[in-house]
């Protein structure tokens, strides 16, 4: 999520989301905190889109109904978001973003110039202002022969660059990767050669929303006489979209509804699923685990990981190679063969769009700040001085004026943790308490209390959860019951008919008997009940 501001008006390029580390536990989805806007003292004319991933438009149907703007995109962007706001409930203000053409958003003018990506009807932002343009690249890459003949418009970048671009902000995602990328179409002639090599079912996974690769695993199907079948909403979801807009062409008679697979001869089928990062609930995983209604894996099949591996996934993905072998079917993946190109422009291309657009200033973007600073290196090559590059960080401002470009106020920035279904915001507190749970274990304290005479009735009761082992639990917790009710019969009358003190109390002296004879800092749950 970018802001972009001329004077005090401003838009909003991109809204996405991220997913959880391992240490954020029960966390579905981290959505940005826009706190700061109001802060900010700007006027927001509008949300513009770059594409369709979830990184990008994640966000929106969480968001939206604070931000309460208009919202622009290519078709296959605002599909997509429909769909997604759709499930909320929610319509939104969505406006269609012509290509090439440039539009008032508000005072502003922007103009979408379309690129090249893994995703269709990918475009870059140009924001005029009074200093030259703003040109916010978006994930691309410089694809020659896209499927789709939609290349990226490197005409317009240079005429950009020719009318004056005050401030390159360019895709830092491959950046450390030298030379340039491979053409999406270099895929399909893999996808078609591996398939036939197949005497069983084939399964192919790769990200639900490439609508290339989808296009290119139909047509290596079709070219081996198979059926295909689609396991994933978000497959039949995204695919229907792209369907309505004109954008996939599928033979007559190929396609079978999933739960028709039994019918059809395994030499004969192909299931494209979802699940290529491993992820539990997944269709991928549902059938390397024999928990997909209908299909079972076997000797002669064959699972093909159209896809790479996103940093943080590969023991996930170790977990899901190792069922489908269990199975006893067979795994092709992007390391074996060439089943997988990526969306973003490498070292080449990354330069190349420097010296099109000749930015007076230059400001790497998206990527983890190692990639930010090759990509600051590779614009030194380019020949831009290194007092005209900036890198900033999340809640770091950058400013351009007649002084130069440099670091302007900090702001707050961060994330908002969504839990489940219901859409809920999740505190730092409840993480914390999660984080203990999982790492610590749970411990409750039961005490009665006779609330008229202030006299502790019977025993505390101890329970724990996730703390001891069985042989030591007992032992412990009776240690800790009979020194529990010491420290409650030393108190005070007034002490003890007072159920708020004393739930406090007991908590406390709790958690100091887990830390001082276990060694352990356990969430403690005290429960005081007074009759």
Same mark, same amino acid.
């Given at each position: 999520?970018?802001?972009?501001?001329?004077?005090?008006?401003?838009?909003?390029?991109?809204?996405?989301?991220?997913?959880?580390?391992?240490?954020?536990?029960?966390?579905?989805?981290?959505?940005?905190?826009?706190?700061?806007?109001?802060?900010?003292?700007?006027?927001?004319?509008?949300?513009?889109?770059?594409?369709?991933?979830?990184?990008?438009?994640?966000?929106?149907?969480?968001?939206?109904?604070?931000?309460?703007?208009?919202?622009?995109?290519?078709?296959?962007?605002?599909?997509?978001?429909?769909?997604?706001?759709?499930?909320?409930?929610?319509?939104?203000?969505?406006?269609?973003?012509?290509?090439?053409?440039?539009?008032?958003?508000?005072?502003?003018?922007?103009?979408?110039?379309?690129?090249?990506?893994?995703?269709?009807?990918?475009?870059?932002?140009?924001?005029?202002?009074?200093?030259?343009?703003?040109?916010?690249?978006?994930?691309?890459?410089?694809?020659?022969?896209?499927?789709?003949?939609?290349?990226?418009?490197?005409?317009?970048?240079?005429?950009?660059?020719?009318?004056?671009?005050?401030?390159?902000?360019?895709?830092?995602?491959?950046?450390?990767?030298?030379?340039?990328?491979?053409?999406?179409?270099?895929?399909?002639?893999?996808?078609?050669?591996?398939?036939?090599?197949?005497?069983?079912?084939?399964?192919?996974?790769?990200?639900?929303?490439?609508?290339?690769?989808?296009?290119?695993?139909?047509?290596?199907?079709?070219?081996?006489?198979?059926?295909?079948?689609?396991?994933?909403?978000?497959?039949?979801?995204?695919?229907?979209?792209?369907?309505?807009?004109?954008?996939?062409?599928?033979?007559?008679?190929?396609?079978?509804d999933i739960r028709q697979c039994k019918e059809i001869a395994d030499h004969e089928l192909l299931i494209i699923a979802t699940g290529s990062q491993g992820e539990a609930r997944a269709a991928l995983a549902r059938i390397a685990q024999n928990q997909f209604p209908g299909i079972r894996l076997g000797e002669g099949d064959l699972v093909l990981f159209s896809s790479s591996a996103i940093p943080g996934n590969e023991r996930s993905i170790a977990g899901l190679f190792d069922h489908i072998c269990r199975r006893g079917a067979r795994i092709r993946h992007a390391g074996q063969a060439h089943l997988h190109v990526s969306g973003h422009g490498q070292g080449h291309e990354l330069k190349t769009m420097m010296q099109l657009t000749r930015p007076r200033y230059f400001y790497p973007v998206h990527g983890e700040y190692r990639y930010l600073q090759e990509h600051r290196n590779l614009a030194r090559q380019t020949g831009i001085p290194e007092e005209r590059i900036i890198i900033a960080e999340?809640?770091?401002?950058?400013?351009?004026?007649?002084?130069?470009?440099?670091?302007?106020?900090?702001?707050?920035?961060?994330?908002?943790? /969504?839990?489940?279904? =219901?859409?809920? &915001?999740?505190? $730092?507190?409840? #993480?914390?308490?999660?984080?203990? %749970?999982?790492? *610590?274990?749970?411990?409750?304290?039961?005490?009665?209390?006779?609330?008229?005479?202030?006299?502790?009735?019977?025993?505390?009761?101890?329970?724990?959860?996730?703390?001891?082992?069985?042989? /030591?639990?007992?032992? =412990?917790?009776? &240690?800790?019951? $009979?020194?529990? #009710?010491?420290?409650?019969?030393? %108190?005070?009358? *007034?002490?003890?008919?007072?159920?708020?003190?004393?739930?406090?109390?007991?908590?406390?002296?709790?958690?100091?008997?887990?830390?001082?004879?276990?060694?352990?800092?356990?969430?403690?749950?005290?429960?005081?009940?007074?009759?």
């Amino acid at each position: 999520m970018m802001v972009y501001a001329v004077g005090d008006d401003a838009v909003i390029i991109d809204c996405g989301l991220g997913f959880p580390n391992p240490w954020h536990h029960g966390i579905d989805l981290l959505i940005p905190d826009i706190s700061a806007l109001s802060e900010l003292g700007l006027r927001l004319h509008a949300i513009v889109l770059t594409h369709g991933h979830e990184d990008h438009i994640g966000g929106l149907p969480f968001l939206l109904p604070q931000l309460k703007l208009p919202v622009y995109g290519t078709p296959t962007t605002l599909g997509l978001l429909e769909g997604k706001l759709e499930e909320l409930h929610y319509k939104g203000d969505l406006r269609p973003l012509p290509e090439l053409e440039p539009i008032a958003v508000g005072p502003l003018r922007i103009e979408a110039i379309p690129v090249t990506h893994s995703i269709m009807d990918a475009v870059s932002i140009a924001i005029e202002t009074p200093r030259g343009y703003i040109v916010h690249t978006g994930d691309f890459k410089l694809d020659m022969a896209p499927l789709d003949g939609r290349t990226t418009a490197l005409h317009r970048f240079a005429s950009l660059g020719d009318a004056g671009v005050v401030l390159l902000a360019s895709d830092s995602t491959n950046a450390t990767r030298s030379g340039s990328s491979a053409s999406e179409r270099s895929v399909g002639p893999v996808l078609k050669q591996e398939i036939a090599g197949c005497r069983g079912k084939v399964v192919v996974t790769t990200f639900a929303s490439n609508m290339f690769r989808i296009q290119q695993i139909i047509d290596a199907a079709s070219a081996n006489g198979r059926r295909v079948a689609f396991a994933g909403r978000s497959l039949e979801r995204n695919s229907a979209i792209a369907n309505r807009l004109g954008r996939l062409s599928i033979p007559s008679g190929i396609m079978v509804d999933i739960r028709q697979c039994k019918e059809i001869a395994d030499h004969e089928l192909l299931i494209i699923a979802t699940g290529s990062q491993g992820e539990a609930r997944a269709a991928l995983a549902r059938i390397a685990q024999n928990q997909f209604p209908g299909i079972r894996l076997g000797e002669g099949d064959l699972v093909l990981f159209s896809s790479s591996a996103i940093p943080g996934n590969e023991r996930s993905i170790a977990g899901l190679f190792d069922h489908i072998c269990r199975r006893g079917a067979r795994i092709r993946h992007a390391g074996q063969a060439h089943l997988h190109v990526s969306g973003h422009g490498q070292g080449h291309e990354l330069k190349t769009m420097m010296q099109l657009t000749r930015p007076r200033y230059f400001y790497p973007v998206h990527g983890e700040y190692r990639y930010l600073q090759e990509h600051r290196n590779l614009a030194r090559q380019t020949g831009i001085p290194e007092e005209r590059i900036i890198i900033a960080e999340n809640g770091q401002s950058v400013v351009i004026d007649d002084r130069g470009i440099r670091h302007g106020k900090g702001f707050h920035a961060g994330a908002i943790f /969504v839990d489940g279904q =219901a859409r809920d &915001e999740v505190d $730092t507190m409840v #993480l914390r308490d999660r984080r203990t %749970l999982a790492e *610590e274990g749970l411990i409750t304290a039961s005490v009665i209390i006779n609330a008229n005479e202030g006299a502790v009735i019977g025993q505390p009761e101890l329970t724990a959860r996730g703390l001891l082992h069985q042989e /030591v639990r007992e032992e =412990a917790l009776e &240690e800790a019951r $009979t020194k529990l #009710l010491a420290h409650l019969e030393g %108190l005070e009358r *007034e002490q003890l008919t007072d159920l708020e003190f004393l739930r406090e109390d007991v908590r406390i002296w709790l958690r100091r008997w887990c830390k001082r004879a276990l060694q352990k800092r356990p969430l403690v749950v005290a429960v005081v009940i007074g009759i």
